[in-house]
C-alpha cells in the first residue's frame, strides 16, 4: 500500500498494538513476562495530555485486551487510568521534586492501586476477591526500570 507524502502520520503505533496484544497472551502464559501495565499508563497519560486520539484508542483497545487476559472488569483500567490521571499523579507531582520518586510512585500506584480499585469493584458488585501473588514485586521493579530508560 502506498502513501502519499502529505499524511505524515506513520503505521507503527497499529504495529506497537498487534506486538502489544501478541506480548500480552505470552505474558499470560510465561509468569516471567511482566505485564507491562505501568507502561500503558505512561501512554495513556502521554496521549490524553496530547489530545491524541488515534494513540488514546489503540492504548484503550490495549488496555480491554489485557483486561480480557486476566479477567478484569471491562472499562476497569481506562476508568481507573481516567481518574488516576485526573486527580491523584497531579498531587504525586506536587508533593514531589525527585523524578525517580514520581515515577517510583506511579508505578506502585498502578499495580497496588489497580488491585485496591479491584477489591472494591468486588465489594460493590458482589464479585469473588481479587487475589495478588508475588510476582507483582518483580513487575513493579522491572516496569520501574524501563520507565527510568524511556
Known amino acids: 500500500m502506498q502513501r502519499s507524502l502529505s499524511h505524515k502520520n506513520s503505521l507503527t503505533p497499529l504495529l506497537y498494538a498487534a506486538l502489544f496484544i501478541i506480548y500480552t497472551a505470552l505474558s499470560g502464559i510465561y509468569l516471567f513476562l511482566p505485564p507491562f501495565f505501568a507502561i500503558l499508563y505512561v501512554l495513556f497519560s502521554k496521549a490524553l495530555m496530547q489530545e491524541d486520539v488515534i494513540s488514546l484508542t489503540l492504548v484503550s483497545f490495549c488496555l480491554l485486551f489485557f483486561e480480557a487476559q486476566n479477567s478484569y472488569m471491562l472499562f476497569s483500567t481506562i476508568i481507573y487510568f ?3 490521571h485526573k486527580y491523584v ?3 504525586i507531582k506536587q508533593n514531589f521534586s525527585c523524578n525517580l520518586c514520581v515515577k517510583f510512585a506511579i508505578v506502585l500506584l498502578v499495580y497496588i492501586g489497580f488491585f485496591l ?19 507483582v514485586i518483580y513487575y513493579i521493579a522491572v516496569e520501574f526500570l524501563i520507565l527510568n530508560i524511556l
Request: glycine share 0%; net charge positive.
Open 89 to 91: 499523579v497531579p498531587k
Open 117 to 135: 480499585f479491584n477489591l472494591l469493584l468486588a465489594n460493590i458488585f458482589l464479585l469473588p476477591m481479587p487475589s495478588i501473588n508475588y510476582y
Open 82 to 84: 481516567s481518574l488516576i
